[in-house]
């Protein structure tokens, strides 16, 4: 199967390349860059550090709309729509990791897919969704009595906050406790904010330096504590897993699906 790489000089594009070329199976079709970018017409395994693969960077996906089957999306949410569009039209299926998006924009996400293949998954990592499965299974039991925070740390340069996976962790318990997340998230406290409540879940970000992306979601009750942590080290573990959703489309019927479908954890 040919996959595209769109924001192929990005942090995540640069890595999905390299997971492309290791990955049987999958062969690099195309690379897109921004349009007018100095990198247009210069190598893509050279930009991602594995020497030459043969394949250009182009600055648009109709420019190469011929050369691959599935488009692999790690970029941000205008841009997604966009492109989740271009594949609708143009027969393709699509995996996304942008994170992010405003519910409206997913919904937008949700109508393309009733036409095409799409994965859209906040973290392509095998590690989280087995983590999303284990916080699905602790706050089922846990229940009420234990208070929720959710504290994640990315990058210096990392746009959206909180994370689209602390995010989905929030939902994942909510769901569990049979709350609704929009009524019960606190993002950040400062201030004179009064006693906790105890429904709410509360999210805290951290943004520094280099870090790939750590995510802790805390139970806390009377007498003990429970962290469940996810620590990501290398964003090949992302890529990895968006190789895994690509080669799992495959012949699948016109859909939105998520990791969870793809590693079988629903
Ligand atoms: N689901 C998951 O597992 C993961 C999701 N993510 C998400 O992926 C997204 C991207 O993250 P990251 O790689 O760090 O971000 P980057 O900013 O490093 O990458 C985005 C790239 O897209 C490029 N770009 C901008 N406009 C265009 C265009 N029109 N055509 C092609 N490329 C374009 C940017 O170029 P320029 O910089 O020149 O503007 C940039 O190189 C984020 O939403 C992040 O949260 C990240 C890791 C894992
Ligand atoms: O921007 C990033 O880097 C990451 N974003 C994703 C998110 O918002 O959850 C996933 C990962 O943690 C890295």
């Known amino acids: 199967m040919r996959v595209a790489i769109i924001g192929a000089a990005g942090r995540m594009g640069k890595v999905l390349i390299e997971a492309v070329d290791g990955t049987e199976g999958l062969e690099l079709g195309a690379a897109v860059v921004e349009p ?20 250009t960077l182009a600055g648009s996906l109709e420019d190469v709309k011929d050369d ?19 594949c609708k039209t143009n027969g393709k299926m699509i995996i996304i990791g942008t994170t992010g998006m405003t519910d409206a924009e997913k919904e937008q996400l949700a109508v393309a897919a009733e036409s095409t293949p799409v994965v859209f998954a906040p973290n392509m990592s095998v590690g989280v969704n087995v983590v999303l499965n284990l916080l ?16 994640e740390a990315h990058h210096r340069h990392k746009k959206d906050a909180p994370s689209g996976t602390a995010l989905r962790m929030g939902e994942v318990v909510a769901d569990a406790l049979g709350r609704d997340l929009k009524e019960c998230a606190v993002y950040g406290r400062e201030g004179f904010t009064g006693e906790r409540t105890r429904k709410e879940i509360g999210f805290e970000t951290i ?11 805390l139970f806390a009750t009377e007498g003990e504590r429970i962290e469940v942590t996810h620590k990501a080290s290398s964003r090949m573990t992302f890529a ?3 190789m895994r959703a690509a080669l799992w489309l495959q012949g699948r019927p016109a859909g939105l ?5 793809v590693l079988s954890l629903k």
């Open 36 to 55: 007018g970018s100095s990198l247009i017409g210069a190598d893509a395994g050279e930009l991602s550090g594995i020497g030459k693969t043969g394949v």
């Open 240 to 242: 990895k897993g968006a």
């Open 207 to 217: 943004r520094a330096g280099d870090v790939v992306g750590d995510h802790t979601v």
């Open 136 to 151: 699905r299974t602790a706050a089922a039991t846990l229940g009420d009595d234990y208070d929720v925070e959710i504290i």
């Open 257 to 261: 699906y998520d990791m969870q479908d």
């Open 68 to 86: 691959f089957d599935v488009l692999v999306d790690f970029t941000f949410p205008d841009l997604t729509l966009e492109n989740a569009e271009f």
